[in-house]
Structure formats: structure tokens, C-alpha cells
């Protein structure tokens, strides 16, 4: 059922036109995902493993953020497990996250960017924009404690 929830709140952020994201602009990474009611799982995933009071800190936070799609797109039983394992889903979700603001405009092809993870993720922008493979989908929501660019992925680190 939370998967479900999840792919319907992501759903519902990717179809969601940018300019609905502005009014959250005083909004942090944690609200502003919740407001859009499209990361359901990936609000459900930051809190069972504690990162909501840092999503909620000063940053700036630079967040790509999968939609419940994405989740839903994972092998059957792949979210439930993550969700029992908060250290697994920490390092999962802390490859989603990388420390400060970036824009669109600030990406490049080929750009390595190091997330909080501690692992570097590969941005590409030749035929629209992707980090590690995952397309991003709506770019540069801002937030008031950093920006939130969706993806219609989970992307996975290196094990």
C-alpha cells in the first residue's frame, strides 16, 4: 500500500507544472515534497530513516527526487525491504542528495557530482538531462533551504 501511495504521489508531482512549486519557495526539501503529494514514498522512506530533520536544516540541499513511479518501478518487495532496513535506506537516499544549490544551469555533460552518500553520481545533458540514467523530469523547484529536481528513477549506488 505504500508503494502504491508513493507511485501516486509521484504521479501526481511529475505531472504537476513547475510553476504550482512557487507558492512552496518558503517552504523547505521535506514540505515542499509533501505539498506536491507525489513523493509519498519518498517522504514515507525519509522518515523511517531519520533524514527528515536534516532535509529540514539550513542546507542548501540540492534533491533528486524520484517520483512513487519510480518506487513503484522497483522489483516487488524492494521497498518494503528498504523500509525494514533504515541504514540500507539511509545510503540510498543520501545518493539522492548532494550538499548545496544546484540548478539546471549549473550542470554540464559528463559533470561527477559527489552526494551526501559519499559516492559521485554522473550527470548527463546531451538529449535532456539524467543523473546516473534516471531522467529528470521537472527541474529546479526551489525550496527555502535548497532545490528539488524529479526523476523518474530510483537511482542506486554502487554496492
Do not use: C, Q, W
Not at 60 to 67: C, D, G
Not at 95 to 108: F, N
Amino acid at each position: 500500500m505504500l508503494r502504491r501511495t508513493f507511485i501516486a504521489l509521484t504521479t501526481t508531482a511529475a505531472l504537476t507544472s513547475t510553476s504550482a512549486f512557487a507558492a512552496g519557495h518558503s517552504k523547505d526539501i521535506v514540505d515542499t515534497a509533501i505539498d506536491a503529494g507525489s513523493f509519498t514514498t519518498l517522504v514515507a522512506a525519509v522518515e523511517a530513516a531519520g533524514l527528515v530533520e536534516t532535509l529540514k536544516g539550513e542546507g542548501p540541499f540540492t534533491v533528486f527526487a524520484p517520483t512513487d513511479d519510480a518506487f513503484a518501478a522497483l522489483p516487488e518487495g524492494t521497498v518494503e525491504g528498504l523500509l525494514a532496513d533504515p541504514e540500507a535506506l539511509a545510503a540510498i537516499l543520501t545518493y539522492h542528495v548532494v550538499p548545496g544549490k544546484v540548478m539546471s544551469t549549473d550542470l554540464s555533460n559528463n559533470m561527477m557530482a559527489t552526494t551526501v552518500n559519499g559516492a559521485d553520481v554522473t550527470i548527463m545533458t546531451e538529449g535532456g538531462v539524467t543523473v546516473d540514467g534516471a531522467n529528470v523530469v521537472t527541474a529546479d523547484i526551489e525550496t527555502s533551504n535548497g532545490v528539488i529536481h524529479v526523476i523518474d528513477a530510483v537511482i542506486l549506488p554502487s554496492m
